[in-house]
């Protein structure tokens, strides 16, 4: 890794039109109105009155593969997705344009034998220059340490108390479901061909990481803001395990103050697949 190429680096501002379609199709990707008697849920794919899923902005203006540029020298194989996070300023609209603003925050380098990790912050905006989220993204360079670091990394918010989880809810995936999320934009082949998945060391296709935290997502707004998904402000999550479509996940949630922290496992492995996840509510 050239860590003074990665210091400099800078991305061009995407712009994003997106659609109600897109907006329907993202929140079907998460498994939305699998209940076809739940309002709460058919808000969300149905054009009347229609609601927004706030971890759509993990979506919206996406940069691409950018680690691959051989300026940067990344061992790119060997990226994996650690964490991420959003906060909401604004609702996001059904349908809008919006501009994502990308910048390396910082990189933490653990040794040449650790790899490093990656601090990648988006700004989204609408068109009158108002900013709607801030997301933040983490990766870990595990073939990449050794290099340096730069930067100060966000503060992370912690581990989940000990104790018995305030509430659970579980949420079965679909089994096609990769293949109806992969349709807002990441189209990493590991997703929908067994082949690849082999090749990337899983008996079959995995779900987007993005996708168990949009599924995590659900789980909150169905529990704690059913009509109210705007009431969501921010969303930390850390990815633990990969989830197979057709799994159950559970997700338990531990009051802490005013804030909830909670976890998700896959009810059919008995594996937590995200922890230590940090959601505020206004």
């Given at each position: 890794m050239d860590l003074q190429a990665i210091k400099a680096l800078k991305f061009d501002t995407i712009v994003h039109a997106y659609t109600a379609k897109d907006t329907l199709l993202y929140a079907l990707g998460l498994g939305f109105g699998s209940d076809p008697m739940d309002a709460t849920e058919l808000a969300f794919v149905y054009e009347e009155g229609q609601k927004v899923v706030p971890s759509i902005c993990c979506v919206l203006a996406h940069p691409g593969f950018?680690?691959?540029?051989?300026?940067?020298?990344?061992?790119?194989?060997?990226i994996l997705h650690g964490e991420q996070s959003f906060e909401i300023h604004k609702p996001f609209?059904?349908?809008a344009t919006v501009r994502?603003?990308?910048?390396?925050?910082?990189?933490?380098d653990k040794g040449p034998e650790k790899g490093a990790v990656l601090h990648?912050?988006?700004?989204?905006?609408?068109?009158?220059?108002?900013?709607i989220a801030t997301v933040r993204s983490v990766l870990m360079l595990r073939g990449d340490g050794g290099f340096g670091s730069?930067?100060?990394?966000?503060?992370?918010p912690g581990r989940?108390?000990?104790g018995e989880p305030e509430r659970s809810l579980q949420i079965k995936t679909l089994p096609q479901q990769a293949l109806v999320y992969r349709l807002s934009g990441d189209y990493n082949p590991i997703h929908a061909d067994p082949v690849a998945a082999k090749k990337a060391g899983f008996d079959r296709p995995i779900l987007h990481g993005l996708c168990t935290m949009g599924v995590a997502t659900r789980a909150l707004i169905h529990t704690y803001a059913p009509d109210e998904p705007e009431r969501l402000k921010y969303l930390f999550v850390r990815f633990s395990k990969p989830v197979f479509p057709g799994e159950t996940i559970e997700t338990h949630f531990f009051k802490q103050?005013?804030?909830?922290?909670?976890r998700c496992q896959s009810s059919d492995r008995g594996l937590v697949v995200l922890d230590n996840g940090l959601a505020i509510f206004s």
């Open positions: 950018w680690a691959k540029r051989p300026e940067l020298g990344v061992n790119w194989v060997k609209a059904p349908a994502g603003e990308y910048e390396i925050e910082a990189v933490e990648l912050l988006k700004r989204l905006r609408d068109e009158s220059n108002e900013l730069f930067g100060a990394p966000p503060e992370f989940i108390p000990d103050g005013t804030d909830i922290r909670f």
